[in-house]
């Protein structure tokens, strides 16, 4: 094996190891947006509890706001008061 040889599976392998890298950053950054938007979903969803909890009153001063208030916390999955 001379020194060209050497060069060549040196290059092969910095090849490879540059490609085993580009597939990685390419997952992470596949998790990263998962991640971030279940965190938006999260975000969303103790909004939407906090509403419901404040304007419960609203919904009852209306005819069938009772049923509708019920029904929006178990869909957002609030512990109705």
């Known amino acids: 094996m001379d020194v ?3 060069y060549v599976l040196n290059l092969m ?3 490879a190891m540059f490609l ?3 597939f990685r950053a390419w997952i992470e950054l596949k ?3 998962v991640i971030w938007s ?3 979903f999260k975000k ?3 909004l939407i509890r906090k509403v419901l909890r ?3 009153d609203s919904f009852l001063r209306v005819e069938g706001g009772q049923e509708l208030y019920d029904l929006l916390c ?3 999955e609030v512990e109705g008061e």
Do not use: H, P, Q, S
Request: charged share 30%; no cysteine.
């Open 44 to 46: 969303t969803m103790d």
């Open 38 to 40: 279940e965190i938006g």
């Open 74 to 76: 178990k869909v957002f």
């Open 20 to 22: 085993v890298l580009i």
């Open 4 to 6: 060209m040889d050497i």
């Open 13 to 15: 392998v910095t090849v």
């Open 31 to 33: 998790n990263y947006r």
């Open 54 to 56: 404040a304007e419960r």
